[in-house]
């Protein structure tokens, strides 16, 4: 039997601002939840949190710095962990955000006994790549499992949906505005993308039956090349775009000469090597233990690109 719903628990989650944490807000409110704190150093994200969910108590904060924030984990009774660099041009952004920040962050944990933890970690971690993102993110693992916490951890593949600056969203929008559309080679490199609410669904599963010590590898249940991806977001948004292929080396020269002028390239060589390594991730069945059907794949591409009161909400890398 599943324990009670409780719409008064604090919820604590660290993160709030980024891709998951605006959908998780989106998910948890629409369940009830009423207690929720949205901690986060991204101002302009934050602001867009707290006019989209007046309700949400938010903290701005850099959770690689001691601050007043740690005050806000009291009472709580449980942490989501989101907070994570995912793409950046320097190591040290990946060891700051991912791995200090966190040790700050286990620290406000047992400093206020922290009852549950719910720490979202990444598929990368079983993946064959050896970029900054993977690397810290297996040490980030590696801390909350040694923590001493009662914990689960989350570990997803490729995401999209609502408020993407990166990733898929930022395809759509480039698409939209451009004749040609470069893809790397043949395109026929296997993704298995999952769908931002679907995975916020299975993780409040989690807040509320709070399994210790579990670790879920949650997949996207289409298995669907790259190139078939770009197809679907054209078809869904009805774009005229030319989808070009070009060779794998010119597709990796273009994305470095970007790097060079743009602080936070929205992809990388790194992430082109990922792409192309050939990973096949198994998860979990997420109806079978977490009660969540996965969303056809051209019907949550169609909500997330779409949608016309979120999918206009784009956040800033």
Not at 54 to 71: I, S
Not at 129 to 152: F, I, M, N, W
Request: hydrophobic fraction near 45%.
């Amino acid at each position: 039997m599943s324990p009670a719903f409780d719409p008064n628990a604090r919820i604590v989650i660290t993160g709030a601002a980024g891709l998951v944490g605006q959908n998780l807000v989106v998910e948890l409110e629409a369940q009830g939840y009423r207690r929720i704190v949205a901690i986060d150093k991204h101002r302009h994200n934050l602001d867009i949190l707290r006019e989209l969910h007046p309700a949400v108590t938010t903290v701005e904060a850099d959770l690689a710095e001691p601050g007043d924030w740690q005050a806000a984990f009291a009472d709580a009774d449980v942490v989501v962990q989101l907070h994570a660099q995912i793409t950046g041009k320097f190591p040290g952004e990946f060891e700051r955000n991912n791995l200090v920040a966190t040790r700050r962050v286990l620290e406000a944990c047992h400093a206020h006994a922290l009852p549950y933890l719910v720490h979202i970690s990444s598929s990368v971690v079983n993946s064959a790549a050896q970029d900054s993102y993977t690397l810290t993110k297996r040490a980030q693992e590696a801390l909350v499992a040694e923590s001493g916490l009662r914990h689960c951890v989350l570990r997803q593949t490729l995401m999209f949906g609502w408020f993407d600056p990166k990733h898929l969203g930022w395809l759509s929008r480039f698409m939209a505005k451009t004749p040609i559309f470069p893809i790397p080679g043949d395109g026929r490199y296997m993704r298995q993308p999952l769908y931002e609410r679907d995975f916020c669904r299975c993780l409040a599963w989690c807040l509320q039956n709070k399994p210790d010590g579990a670790v879920y590898d949650i997949v996207g249940d289409t298995r669907i090349d790259y190139i078939d991806i770009i197809r679907a977001i054209k078809r869904v948004k009805n774009l005229h775009t030319l989808i070009v292929r070009i060779p794998v080396s010119l597709f990796a020269f273009l994305l470095r000469g970007y790097a060079l002028f743009s602080r936070k390239p929205p992809f990388t060589a790194d992430q082109l090597k990922a792409l192309a390594a050939g990973d096949d991730f198994t998860g979990v069945d997420t109806s079978a233990v977490f009660g969540v059907l996965q969303t056809p794949f051209e019907q949550a591409i169609r909500e997330s690109y779409c949608d016309p009161r979120y999918s206009p909400v784009v956040l800033k890398r």
